[in-house]
């Protein structure tokens, strides 16, 4: 069975951080492309940040300079580091793991985060 989920989201001050952490269980996790993605209330859910299984990052112009993308497969782990964090970035934030080949994915819950002062 496979199981993803998302934690370390928060109420943080505006220019500050927060470290989402996503935890895959059933899957060869080395062999998967991860991304983040959120959704803000009466919006559609958008792309973050990718990372593929090779290590290849990418970024929505948003997060750019503010947002790392990383993965530890031996923890079958992938992470998110959120700094000089804005209200706009008030979301859900979900976690997909996604296997190339099949186009198999599959989601977390998601975690809240809330930046306000």
């Known amino acids: 069975q496979v199981q993803v989920v998302e934690s370390g989201g928060g109420l943080v001050q505006p220019g500050g951080s927060l470290r989402l952490s996503c935890a895959a269980s059933?899957?060869?996790?080395?062999?998967?492309?991860m991304g983040w993605y959120r959704q803000a209330p009466g919006e559609q859910r958008a792309l973050v940040a990718t990372?593929?299984?090779?290590?290849?990052?990418s970024y929505a112009d948003f997060v750019k300079g503010r947002f790392t993308i990383s993965r530890d497969n031996a923890e079958n782990t992938g992470f998110l580091q959120m700094n000089s964090l804005k209200p706009a970035d008030t979301a859900v934030y979900y976690c997909?793991?996604?296997?190339?080949?099949?186009?198999?994915?599959?989601w977390g819950p998601g975690t809240q985060v809330t930046v306000s002062s």
């Open positions: 997909n793991v996604k296997f190339s080949v099949t186009k198999n994915d599959y």
């Open positions: 059933g899957v060869t996790f080395r062999i998967y492309d």
């Open positions: 990372i593929s299984s090779g290590g290849t990052t």
